[in-house]
């Protein structure tokens, strides 16, 4: 199977979509560069043109709703927002317009856009250019939320996000754009809403989102020589979320440790612990634990980064902690 780094999975995604259907464009801020998008829109210009490539001006309100209206008059766009913060803007073409078309006209009309939004967290980039903004959007009824974290789920993520007839917020996080997994050629889809077991584990569930996924594998592999299995979850979808992984997996190991790379309170981690709180206590060995990101805005200097952000030695000792409290 040919092995692809995730940035140009999320490439060979669209240049498979766009071959296939002829209303599936792509549009937003920098489309043409590098620099905005990473290698994600190599070669889509000069193969589909101006007219399917679009390299917008900076309006995130007017791009957004753009696409909005073109995916109610039949096309499926793809909106591209470089960095994800500045998709405030366009919170009224995303939330009262797209996320309720299809539930204020009976089914009848849909908006099936994808607004695909970068973290572009890490390098000094501070606060208004890092955040993760995931859990604003689950909350809205009629978005779905998806946040990949290997190139074989971008790849097939964003072709079940293409194909979707509702609106789809699909986010990827740029510190993943390297890392190189096998991607099958041919085009395919990873449905919506699935969770997928990364590593089998007997004692404590780690469930874990996008680049955190990579952080908790690598705590399972330095706690699995102290003699604890963890069994980790990628989630992939935020939202609709699949509880039901969820809960089979605490079952079975019977403690979660939550990691989201958002911040903490009121975010996805918390929405996981509900889940478990409500429908799975009952065998559980210790209190739910979360890790995630301090309630804090990022801050803009190398140091104080390493102290914001958490790392696979957190995680490992997050879950040591927990194998060690008592309910």
């Known amino acids: 199977m040919p092995t692809l780094t995730y940035v140009m999975a999320i490439n060979q995604a669209l240049h498979q979509m766009m071959e296939a259907d002829d209303s599936v464009f792509l549009m937003g801020q920098g489309v043409k560069s590098p620099w905005y998008v990473g290698n994600a829109a190599n070669g889509l210009l000069d193969r589909f043109g101006p007219d399917r490539v679009i390299d917008t001006p900076v309006s995130e309100n007017a791009v957004t709703g753009a696409g909005v209206g073109t995916a109610l008059a039949g096309m499926r766009p793809i909106v591209v927002h470089p960095r994800m913060d500045f998709m405030f803007y366009a919170f009224d073409p995303i939330i009262n317009q797209a996320a309720n078309w299809y539930y204020m006209n009976g089914g009848r009309l849909s908006a099936p856009v994808v607004v695909w939004g970068i973290i572009n967290r890490g390098g000094e980039q501070a606060a208004q250019h890092s955040q993760a903004l995931h859990a604003t959007f689950a909350h809205v009824p009629g978005l779905k939320v998806v946040m990949p974290a290997s190139p074989h789920d971008a790849k097939g993520l964003m072709i079940a996000a293409i194909q979707d007839d509702n609106p789809v917020v699909f986010i990827d996080d740029r510190w993943l754009h390297g890392i190189e997994g096998e991607v099958p050629a041919e085009p395919y889809a990873v449905p919506l809403g699935r969770a997928a077991v990364r590593r089998e584990g007997s004692d404590v569930t780690i469930t874990a989102l996008s680049y955190m996924t990579h952080l908790a594998l690598q705590a399972a592999e330095e706690l699995a020589a102290e003699g ?51 429908e799975g206590c009952a065998g559980l060995k210790a209190p739910v634990r979360r890790l995630a990101l301090p309630d804090l805005p990022a801050p803009a200097s190398g140091p104080l980064e390493k102290a914001y952000y958490p790392v696979a030695g957190d995680v490992a000792q997050a879950v040591r902690q927990l194998v060690q409290s008592q309910s």
Do not use: H, Y
Not at 235 to 247: F, G, I
């Open 228 to 278: 604890i299995s963890a069994e980790v979850l990628d989630l992939r979808s935020v939202k609709p979320m699949d509880r039901a992984a969820v809960l089979a997996s605490v079952n079975k190991t019977g403690r979660l440790l939550v990691c989201d790379p958002g911040w903490q309170s009121f975010g996805a981690s918390a929405e996981v612990a509900a889940l478990v709180a409500e």
